[in-house]
């Protein structure tokens, strides 16, 4: 770029300022974006084209600052003056002493990660014994040892909870349907 780095910035902050509190509103996130913008510029600056249409290429920049700010926003946690305290029904954390995750949590070491990853996490027996040492075998004799554990503590057959009961089924549950 032919135009000094500080030019551009007093010629076009105004209108990148604009695009920044336009999508965000007036206030530090607005601020935040406009310096992201120049941030992203004068690391670009040396390889921009001499000629191009330097405040459209800034309020291109800006507006994609500026929805990055959104999405971190959307993404954060919500501040809240008290946290809700309703136990869950179906052996999620919080349910208590007896729930799911605090059984499985008294499992030994090597159960306990072979249950989680292979029936919790829907992990095939290979992929866990990659995560926690040794082999296919032994992370397949792990996993029915703490399956067969949870069945015991939690009595799966005498009225256990729906989620509960599933997840002391032979097929693991994951995001790609059951495997082994």
């Given at each position: 770029m032919t135009e000094p780095f500080e030019q551009a910035v007093q010629r076009h902050g105004a209108t990148v300022l604009r695009v920044c509190?336009?999508?965000?509103?007036?206030?530090?996130?607005?601020?935040?974006?406009?310096?992201?913008?120049?941030?992203?510029?004068?690391?670009?600056?040396p390889d921009l084209a001499p000629g191009m249409n330097l405040e459209a290429w800034l309020v291109r920049v800006a507006?994609?600052?500026?929805?990055?700010?959104?999405?971190?926003?959307?993404?954060?946690?919500?501040?809240m003056e008290t946290l809700p305290e309703r136990p869950a029904p179906d052996g999620v954390p919080g349910n208590g002493a007896d729930g799911l995750w605090s059984?499985?949590?008294?499992?030994?070491?090597?159960q306990r990660l072979a249950v989680a990853y292979h029936y919790l996490g829907g992990l095939p027996h290979a992929e866990t014994a990659a995560l926690i040492?040794?082999?296919?075998?032994?992370?397949?004799?792990?996993?029915s040892d703490g399956i067969r554990a949870l069945r015991g503590i939690?009595?799966?057959?005498?009225?256990?909870?729906?989620?509960?009961?599933?997840?002391?089924?032979?097929e693991p549950?994951?995001?790609?349907?059951?495997?082994?």
């Open positions: 509190r336009a999508v965000l509103g007036p206030g530090p996130d607005a601020d935040d974006a406009w310096q992201e913008t120049f941030l992203t510029a004068l690391r670009q600056w507006g994609r600052k500026a929805i990055d700010v959104l999405r971190a926003r959307s993404r954060g946690a919500v501040p059984v499985v949590a008294s499992l030994p070491e090597r040492g040794g082999s296919v075998e032994a992370v397949r004799r792990a996993s939690l009595g799966a057959d005498e009225g256990t909870p729906d989620h509960t009961a599933s997840v002391l089924t032979a549950r994951g995001p790609r349907g059951p495997r082994r």
